[in-house]
């Protein structure tokens, strides 16, 4: 089965520094690979993917991720975090790998940006 | 206009009864579903349908019967709510290959 996996519950920057969200990813062939936000109280939403192509993806909101098929990643970055990024981060993968009917969530990272 | 909207945003109600919740997407979108958050953040599939037909049950219990009247809408009735299902409801959507767009989510509150 294809998932992805966040080590870290939660990741703590200050505001202005760069900012990394890990993910990796257990997929058969090539992946496809997206990334979405949730802010308190809200749904998800979609920040950027990973289909193929250039492995560093732009996103929005200034977001990118880079994937690293050697090391079966997709981290999400941001060059400089604003308080405002302090949201819920979920790296998700379609079932199957082109069953984009079902996605797999990873369990999330706790992203803290403080002044 | 808001793409993908679901009522009522908060439910609280008592272990045995039923209840319902509304979706509707404006986005011209094929495909629908259904995802639990539970109270972990974590999330998982329920149910999703493509052009009113449902094409993935994600072995939930019978007492949740979706239903889809057209393909803009996706209801999602609860039987006999259990302590269990209390969670939060997100509706969603998608075409082809494309990124899910969310509602706001119904928050289920189960006493």
């Known amino acids: 089965a294809q998932s992805v996996a966040q080590p870290e519950d939660q990741v703590n920057v200050a505001e202005g520094n760069p900012l990394t969200v890990k993910c990796t990813y257990s997929?058969?062939?090539?992946?496809?690979l997206f990334w979405y936000v949730q802010y308190p109280n809200r749904g998800l939403q979609f920040l950027l993917k990973?289909?193929?192509?250039?492995?560093l993806v732009k996103g929005s909101y200034g977001f990118e991720a880079e994937f690293n098929k050697s090391q079966t990643s997709f981290h999400l970055k941001k060059p400089s975090a604003l308080v405002s990024d302090s949201a819920l981060y979920f790296c998700?993968?379609?079932?199957?790998?082109?069953?984009?009917?079902?996605?797999?969530f990873g369990s999330g990272t706790k992203l803290n940006v403080k002044p | 206009d808001t793409a993908v909207s679901q009522t009522p945003k908060y439910l609280v109600t008592q272990m045995g009864n039923d209840k319902s919740i509304k979706c509707e997407q404006n986005?011209?979108?094929?495909?629908m579903y259904w995802y639990k958050q539970d109270s972990k953040k974590f999330l998982k599939i329920m149910f999703s349908?493509?052009?009113?037909?449902?094409?993935i049950n994600e072995t939930v219990p019978n007492r949740f019967s979706p239903k889809s009247p057209d393909k803009a809408h996706l209801n999602l009735h609860i039987n006999s709510l259990e302590l269990g299902d209390s969670a939060v409801y997100f509706c969603?959507?998608?075409?082809?290959?494309?990124?899910?767009?969310f509602g706001e989510g119904s928050r289920l509150t189960v006493l």
């Open positions: 969603a959507s998608s075409v082809g290959a494309g990124e899910l767009f």
């Open positions: 997929v058969s062939g090539n992946p496809y």
């Open positions: 990973y289909i193929t192509g250039d492995n």
């Open positions: 998700a993968v379609p079932q199957g790998g082109y069953n984009f009917n079902k996605f797999y």
């Open positions: 986005l011209g979108h094929d495909t």
């Open positions: 349908y493509n052009n009113k037909e449902l094409i």
